[in-house]
């Protein structure tokens, strides 16, 4: 198993940048494909990235697409999540979770686990 611990949201200006970390513990962490999760108030918990086991391969959610970059550095046994041009929309919090199987491509809530406790991103207009 694998747990997570995610860090690094906070209040940013609309056009702003943050970067979303999320530690992963145990020596399992590159067995997994990763992605990142948001959940804004009222909404349902939505797909933003993904990443493939080695970090070659990823998809994005189409709203996030050509502003958000996710990378892992399997060494560090971390995921990350760049976001950059931030809009107000971006406002949610933001979960890592690992993908149940090796199956590549899933955007589905229910193909990934062990989820991370969450950090907030509030963007401001």
């Known amino acids: 198993q694998v747990q997570l611990v995610d860090s690094g949201g906070g209040l940013v200006q609309a056009g702003g940048s943050l970067r979303l970390s999320c530690a992963a513990s145990g020596r399992t962490f590159s067995s997994y494909h990763m992605g990142w999760f948001r959940q804004a108030p009222g909404k349902e918990r939505e797909f933003v990235a993904a990443?493939?086991?080695?970090?070659?391969?990823?998809y994005y959610a189409d709203s996030v697409k050509g502003r958000v970059t996710i990378s892992r550095d399997n060494a560090k046994n971390t995921l990350y999540l760049q976001m950059n041009t931030l809009k107000p929309e971006d406002t949610a919090v933001y979960y890592c979770?690992?993908?149940?199987?090796?199956?590549?491509?899933?955007?589905?809530?229910?193909?990934?686990?062990?989820w991370g406790q969450g950090t907030q991103v509030t963007v401001s207009s």
């Open positions: 990443i493939n086991r080695i970090g070659d391969m990823t």
């Open positions: 979770a690992r993908q149940l199987d090796l199956r590549w491509g899933s955007r589905r809530l229910a193909d990934f686990g062990s």
